[in-house]
Every structure is written in C-alpha cells, then in structure tokens.
C-alpha cells in the first residue's frame, strides 16, 4: 500500500512520520485516554505494513485517508468488543495534547468534536481538520455524497449547541 519508489522500510518510516500525529487524533478520539489510542495507532501501522505488498495508493491524500479511516475501524471494533464493554473506567478523561499552537487555540472545539457522535465526529473531523472535500469523504467511507453532508449538517448543529453559538460554518 505504500508509495512505490524507495525501499519499504525507508518508506513506511516516511509515512509513519508524515501521518502519525494524524492518526493519534483520530484513535484518541474514540478511545480517549492515551494508553489504548497509542494501542490503536500500532494496529493500524501494523495493517498498514501487512498490507503494503498488496496495493498502492494513488496519492498523499489516499494514503493518508486509508489510515484515518483504517484507524477509526479499529477503533470502532475495539470499543464494541465484549470486554471493552464490561470493562470499569478507571481512568477519567485526559487532556487531548497539544500538537501545535493553532490547535492550542481551538481545544475547546475540538473536544467538542471528539465527544460528537462516532458518524458525525469523523466525518467533522476529515472535513475540518484534515481538509477532505465531501465527496472524497463519502468514497473513503462508502457512503453516498448527500449523506456525508447531512452528517455534516447536524454535526455542527451539535457543536453550535454545545459550544453556545460558536460554531463557524466554514
């Protein structure tokens, strides 16, 4: 699944680089405490380098996509598993870390965000953070076009409740 070019190594290493911050977002997101999100990232670099003599991404932007969605899918899985479900919550929520000073400015709503449900939060999150149009968002996720918007729609509806007003549209 990797670029072709240079050797596997040297490129896994480049996209690990280039998207684990990414990644790490994503899997906190759902699973909300570093320890079981930094679970969730090597599972899904792990997939990522079982599956790397199988296929090629097109671009950046489908390597990058493939992962977010990959990591969200584990996510999902692990949070649904029986003893996940049954498990007590030891630990209380912990504080999203600070990747750069832009994201310092906006934590609020970004934890907004990852407290929205699972079909609106990602669908925010690829739209808003990580920059994909709506229809690259529905190819990655399998669903059609007029749904992502929807999610999109009432995703912010959401956030303008939560946040008192200060979602922006954009």
Not at 87 to 112: C, I, T, W
């Amino acid at each position: 699944m990797l670029h072709k070019g240079t050797a596997e190594e040297s490129d896994f290493q480049r996209v690990y680089r280039q998207h684990v911050d990414a990644v790490y977002r994503v899997c906190f997101g759902f699973m909300k405490n570093n320890a079981d999100a930094e679970d969730a990232v090597q599972e899904t670099f792990l997939k990522l380098l079982q599956c790397s003599a199988e296929q090629s991404f097109e671009s950046a932007s489908h390597e990058r996509a493939w992962l977010i969605v990959t990591a969200s899918n584990i996510c999902k899985n692990h949070l649904r598993s029986w003893t996940r479900q049954k498990r007590k919550e030891m630990e209380s929520f912990e504080e999203l870390p600070d990747s750069s000073s832009a994201e310092q400015g906006n934590q609020h709503v970004l934890e907004a965000v990852l407290k929205l449900p699972d079909k609106y939060k990602t669908v925010i999150y690829l739209f808003y953070y990580e920059e994909y149009s709506c229809s690259d968002i529905a190819a990655a996720l399998g669903k059609k076009e007029t749904t992502i918007r929807s999610h999109l729609k009432r995703g912010r509806a959401i956030l303008e409740r939560t946040l008192g007003g200060e979602a922006d549209e954009s």
